[in-house]
């Protein structure tokens, strides 16, 4: 059974950091993408950053220079570290495993950045 689970999140005042953490399990971890999401109320989800199975990183442009993603394959973790938050990342953070045609999402977790 795959799992994908999230831990981290919290209330931060603004240029404050955090660091999510993302356990995956069920799967072979290391030949997987992983990628951070964020859903604000009323927005869409988007992409926050990736890390490829090779080490490809990839982060948009509202959070590169603040965030940076990381894996380790011996924990099966990837993480996102975020410093500089401003209120505007406020959001429900999502894990997300790819490979191929396999594609699992973690059930988020909230991140709040007050002004």
């Known amino acids: 059974q795959v799992q994908i689970v999230e831990s981290g999140g919290g209330l931060v005042q603004s240029g404050g950091s955090l660091r999510l953490s993302c356990a995956a399990s069920?799967?072979?971890?290391?030949?997987?993408?992983m990628g951070w999401y964020r859903q604000a109320p009323g927005k869409q989800r988007e992409l926050v950053a990736s890390i490829s199975s090779g080490g490809i990183l990839n982060y948009a442009g509202s959070v590169k220079g603040r965030f940076t993603i990381s894996r380790d394959n011996a924990k099966n973790t990837v993480y996102l570290q975020m410093n500089s938050l401003k209120s505007e990342d406020t959001a429900v953070y999502y894990c997300?495993?790819?490979?191929?045609?396999?594609?699992?999402w973690g059930q988020g977790t909230q991140v709040t950045v007050s002004a």
């Open positions: 997300n495993a790819n490979y191929v045609n396999q594609n699992y």
């Open positions: 069920g799967i072979i971890f290391r030949l997987y993408g």
